[in-house]
């Protein structure tokens, strides 16, 4: 199995600019998360899907964050404008139903490596 | 709202066993996991445990499960280099099924 699959893996860019990080989850999972890791919070969840369709994006920073999910093998996470407090690693996350006996655990990619300048 | 706390850092011998502990606050908890990150990769899944569980060995490593003062443990026997990683506790539940809860990681080093 590929995993899930995040793009680019490393990223610098100046202040202001936009930022879209990509997301390819484990096909057949219908759950996808997206974290935000630092020294200073340790590992956030920002936003998740289910079946395409945001469930909870209470862990969004702030309106400059959106998140995607046209179809059921790609989401987008973007910044816009970035800014170099959102310098971290973005990690994107599927499942199955998280807790239950049939996909109670996430598997996660490989993190995209975002620094703001 | 659930929260589940862990120290931040251990330092272990080589060859020793390395405990690494966490505890939780939700009661409903179904399903408590731990996952490791080697530098610059992404979380991976070592073990989970059942709450219905007290125990479970998985070669060198053993998870213990305390329902009653919501605590969980996982030690490695004879702890090598190649551990060096940090370690996140989780949980999820039958309420919060759609999440799973991290700590915040455990920094595990390992000096010769």
């Known amino acids: 199995d590929a995993g899930v699959i995040q793009s680019p893996r490393h990223e610098v860019t100046e202040m202001g600019q936009e930022v879209t990080l990509r997301c390819k989850p484990i096909s057949g999972h219908d759950y996808l998360f997206w974290y935000r890791q630092t020294m200073m919070r340790g590992l956030e969840l920002l936003i998740y899907f289910n079946n395409n369709v945001p469930i909870d994006d209470s862990g969004m920073p702030e309106d400059r964050f959106s998140a995607k999910m046209p179809n059921a093998s790609f989401s987008t996470l973007k910044i816009q404008p970035s800014e170099p407090r959102d310098s971290a690693v973005y990690f994107c996350?599927?499942?199955?139903?998280?807790?239950?006996?049939?996909?109670?655990?996430?598997?996660f990619g490989e993190g995209s490596w975002l620094t703001v300048v | 709202g659930e929260d589940v706390e862990q120290s931040l850092f251990l330092s272990v011998r080589e060859g020793d066993s390395s405990v690494i502990n966490c505890t939780y606050t939700d009661s409903s908890s179904t399903y408590l996991y731990w996952y490791k990150q080697e530098p610059g990769a992404g979380l991976q899944l070592l073990t989970y445990?059942?709450?219905?569980?007290d125990m479970k060995q998985d070669q060198r490593l053993t998870v213990l499960l305390n329902k009653k003062d919501k605590h969980l443990s996982l030690r490695i026997a004879d702890t090598q280099t190649g551990d060096s990683a940090i370690y996140f506790c989780?949980?999820?539940?039958?309420?919060?099924?759609?999440?799973?809860?991290f700590g915040s990681g455990t920094r595990l080093s390992i000096r010769p």
């Open positions: 989780a949980e999820s539940s039958y309420s919060s099924a759609s999440k799973i809860i």
């Open positions: 445990i059942f709450s219905n569980m």
């Open positions: 996350a599927s499942s199955f139903a998280p807790g239950t006996a049939s996909g109670n655990t996430i598997y």
